[in-house]
């Protein structure tokens, strides 16, 4: 099994405590789907900084919100894992990254 690092972009968070409530149970759930395969269910990101060439950037390029760790045989599985991921409601996306072993 390999290691996948799924990103967590975009999406809108609820604006109510109740929403907010139905969200993070949206979370718990999909994360019981994908059973033992998790391996690190993650963190939300906060504040950002992006490096390049001509400096720093404090948050400006800032897209990611998240990310979680989950194992699968293939890249095909990891992303049809990522499916039912709450992210994808509130317009969302979901990066899939296969992490190579050094």
Known sequence: MAKFVYIYVGGQMAETPEAQEQQMQA???????????VTDMGNPFSTSAT???AGVTDGAAAKAGGYSIVTADSLSEAATKAKGCPVLDGGGTVEV??????
């Open 27 to 37: 979370w718990i759930s999909w994360f019981g789907t994908l059973g033992d395969s």
């Open 51 to 53: 490096l390049s060439s």
């Open 97 to 102: 990254y296969e992490a190579v072993e050094m």
